[in-house]
């Protein structure tokens, strides 16, 4: 079974996406780790994401992968231990940007697919249940009013790396994240945006546990939803 979480910046899509995973016994994947490891990758090697042959040469050598140490995830970049580095403010600045190059996309879309292959997992990501995972079995879609998730992401940012925080204000971040919606939703190639079949669900005053909640409900629906009158009916003997 394959679940997918997408939503803008700030709605929380990590920290449910991991708590539903937990709560199924499935597999947890942050999409959004991929893309921040490529941005990492091409700010340490000063890649010109305007020059698409040295892009391609960048990304032909690339290899992501996910270990996992004490059930913390690790990501790796060419065999470099990237988990905290990825969620740098100079990352986050570039990843919108990295992510709308249809290269970068081609190559993690088709990583993406490969580890769905076979297992139950919640996917959580910008377009997982629009283009990489079309016929997921359930896509939920978190949003939240805009000042609540600026100040979610401040005080994130201000608990993990206050020395990049310490000069930052809520109108700051609220502006951040008002282009970065911007810039993801108006992007030509995987546009940020609700899939047609997906659920719903304002995150701005709930707790992980209720959106969690919410989200077994959806579940229960999409259930009911596809399944025929005769299974209905064998279910209820």
């Not at 305007?50 to 050598?61: G, M």
């Amino acid at each position: 079974m394959i679940i997918t979480i997408d939503g803008p910046v700030a709605t929380g899509k990590s920290t449910i996406a991991k708590r539903l995973a937990e709560s199924l016994g499935f597999i947890y994947f942050d999409t959004g780790a991929m893309y921040r490891a490529i941005a990492y990758g091409v700010l340490k090697n000063a890649v010109d994401l305007d020059d698409d042959t040295a892009l391609k040469a960048f990304l032909d050598d690339f290899v992501f992968n996910i270990k996992v140490r004490h059930r913390k995830k690790i990501y790796c970049a060419n065999g470099e231990d990237v988990t905290e580095e990825i969620r740098a403010q100079a990352v986050t600045h570039l990843v919108s940007q990295v992510a709308a190059k249809p290269l970068v996309r081609d190559k993690l879309v088709a990583i993406q697919r490969e580890l769905a292959v076979g297992v139950n997992a919640v996917f959580e990501g910008r377009d997982m249940g629009t283009v990489v995972f079309p016929d997921a079995d359930l896509k939920i879609f978190l949003e939240g009013g805009i000042e609540i998730r600026a100040q979610r992401r401040l005080d994130q940012l201000i608990k993990e790396r206050p020395e990049e925080a310490k000069d930052l204000t809520l109108g700051d971040m609220m502006k951040e994240i008002t282009e970065r919606d911007d810039f993801d939703s108006s992007r030509e190639i995987s546009p940020l945006r609700k899939a047609e079949d997906a659920f719903g669900v304002d995150t701005s005053d709930l707790s992980i546990d209720e959106v969690v909640f919410q989200i077994f409900e959806c579940k229960d629906q999409a259930k009911t939803k596809h399944t025929s009158p005769e299974e209905e009916a064998e279910n209820r003997k």
